[in-house]
């Protein structure tokens, strides 16, 4: 059993959010308020939720007939401290997006904190997601817009099925799919544009 990811030829049971669903939620929550100009923030193309996330955002922004800036995609690892140093590299685009979409909420919450120090308001001068819904996401200052990728319900499948297997019943290869929850709190609002 495999949970929160697909591996290549494993013939087994997948239990997982559906991650590109996800972030399209997201995405399509930015695109609502206004922003055109949006970042992708951390991940990156090397497992199938990296993939799957990047291209969730992809299809929202194409879907809504906007540009997609290879130099608005800055990959990297799932840390705060990522997001932090993402912030620098963020704020000195040219043509700099009104908002981003990030891989996870440690890596939103730590460009939260890159733009912040930066002398910017999170939430209001530049909107942000994050996605997984960590407890931190709701304390966060300002509390974080994330999306909610059903992780108990992942993990009471997989026990279940586990159990199945190890009484000796047939579990088959199969890949499901739980539909994430968009949670708007604080750290997403309209684009403010600057001269």
Not at 2 to 13: C, F
Not at 20 to 35: D, K, P, V, W
Not at 149 to 175: C, I
């Amino acid at each position: 059993v495999l949970i929160a990811r697909t591996v290549e030829g494993a013939d087994v049971p997948v239990f997982r959010g559906d991650d590109a669903y996800g972030t399209g939620l997201a995405t399509n929550h930015l695109i609502s308020l206004g922003h055109k100009r949006i970042a992708m923030i951390g991940g990156t193309d090397q497992t199938s939720t990296g993939r799957d996330r990047y291209q969730g955002y992809l299809n929202a922004m194409e879907a809504a007939g906007l540009e997609v800036r290879p130099s608005w995609r800055i990959p990297g690892p799932r840390t705060k401290q990522a997001g932090f140093e993402a912030a620098g590299q963020f704020l000195a685009l040219k043509d700099k997006p009104t908002a981003a979409c990030c891989w996870n909420d440690l890596v939103a919450i730590g460009l939260m904190n890159g733009i912040a120090r930066a002398g910017l308001v999170p939430g209001i001068d530049i909107s942000v997601t994050g996605y997984d819904d960590l407890e931190e996401a709701a304390i966060a200052t300002p509390a974080l817009t994330t999306v909610w990728n059903g992780q108990r319900e992942v993990g009471r499948r997989a026990a279940s099925a586990l159990l199945d297997k190890l009484n000796g019943q047939m579990v088959r290869p199969s890949q499901e799919l739980i539909k994430p929850e968009l949670h708007v709190r604080q750290s997403t609002g309209k684009p403010v544009e600057r001269a």
